[in-house]
């Protein structure tokens, strides 16, 4: 089973910048389409941004333009460049493989998610 970590999160102002880490370990990551997702409290997780193995990628309306996400794949890592935050922006931070999410076997894969928190 894979293992995977966040990091990356913090406490900043609007429209700072933060770039997020996800490192996979147990297995390569590198066949899967892999995202980013976010949840605040009371709230569903969504996705906010993904990345196929050839590199395409695909955001939600909110951040396009604003994340950009990244994978090295000798590194078994991806990564959100977030510019321009905003209050809205503030979650936390998950990584996971879109296919385990998408069929619903996500359960136990999630890492612990970073913080992030955009306040004036």
């Known amino acids: 089973q894979v293992q995977l970590v966040e990091s990356g999160g913090g406490s900043v102002q609007p429209g700072e910048s933060l770039r997020l880490s996800c490192a996979a370990s147990?297995?390569?990551?590198?066949?899967?389409?892999v995202a980013w997702y976010r949840q605040v409290p009371g709230g569903q997780r969504e996705q906010v941004a993904a990345?196929?193995?050839?590199?395409?990628?695909n955001y939600i309306r909110s951040v396009e333009g604003r994340f950009t996400i990244s994978r090295d794949n000798n590194k078994n890592s991806i990564y959100l460049q977030m510019n321009d935050l905003k209050i809205e922006d503030t979650a936390i931070y998950y990584c996971?493989?879109?296919?385990?999410?998408?069929?619903?076997?996500?359960?136990?894969?999630w890492g612990p998610g970073t913080q992030v928190t955009v306040s004036s």
């Open positions: 996971n493989d879109v296919t385990t999410v998408l069929c619903g076997m996500d359960a136990g894969t």
């Open positions: 147990g297995r390569p990551w590198s066949r899967n389409a």
């Open positions: 990345i196929t193995l050839s590199g395409s990628t």
